[in-house]
């Protein structure tokens, strides 16, 4: 089944202690992104790739880092995570730039 | 830089109602819209979409027209079920496909 995979679903953390989302698709995608939802503001995207060891930055990249070794694999990593991160967490895929985006089924993330 | 505005809502009408979300857009050049839905503890799921002026996209009973002229991209059903009470995204993707951007997201409640 083609999916687009993440984990973990829920994650509780405190500030300062650095985490990793892991991301996976099987559809051999080309294009990747991260997204972060919060209430009022829709989804704002936080970084995305073009292809393997190509990345940049979205609208709201400040605080994440993510890196792109694989094609199927796009990590989400917060060095040091802040309350201010308490989000709902989205990765997408689509094949190539500009076609639809393939959505994961989301991680809650909450810093304390 | 791109922005998307939709009715916040939340919308709530009764089942067999006709719906309307209103989405409009900024955007340089020519970019591909899209209609987005999220129904509840999932990700978000292509909708439908239309890549260039007066295209209209349709699925499930759901129809939108690119109108380049008041850049708009309105999302219709004529006949809503219970089964349709989502959150629904308007979005566009810039020409490159580099950024896509996203509306706040409009909750729709169908009532029996």
Request: glycine fraction near 8%; charge should be neutral; proline fraction near 5%.
């Amino acid at each position: 089944e083609a999916q687009v995979t993440q984990n973990p679903r829920y994650l509780i953390t405190v500030t300062g202690k650095k985490l990793t989302v892991t991301c996976s698709q099987n559809m051999n995608h080309e294009y990747m992104s991260w997204y972060r939802q919060d209430p009022g503001l829709g989804l704002r995207q936080i970084y995305y790739s073009m292809n393997v060891e190509v990345t940049d930055k979205g609208d709201v990249p400040e605080g994440y880092k993510v890196s792109r070794k694989e094609k199927r694999n796009f990590p989400l990593i917060l060095e040091s995570p802040s309350p201010n991160q308490t989000s709902l967490y989205f990765c997408a895929s689509s094949i190539r730039d500009n076609s639809p985006l393939h959505f994961g089924n989301g991680t809650r993330l909450t810093v304390t | 830089g791109n922005s998307v505005t939709q009715m916040e809502g939340p919308v709530t009408l009764s089942e067999e109602a006709f719906l309307t979300i209103n989405c409009t857009y900024t955007a340089t050049g020519y970019p591909s819209l899209f209609w987005y839905v999220q129904y509840p503890g999932e990700g978000l799921q292509l909708l439908l979409k239309a890549t260039k002026a007066d295209d209209k996209g349709s699925n499930k009973g759901f129809e939108a027209t690119y109108r380049k002229e008041t850049t708009s991209f309105h999302l219709e059903k004529g006949s809503v079920q219970v089964s349709d009470s989502a959150v629904y995204f308007c979005a566009l993707s810039d020409n490159y496909g580099q950024n896509f951007v996203f509306g706040p997201g409009t909750r729709l409640s169908v009532l029996p």
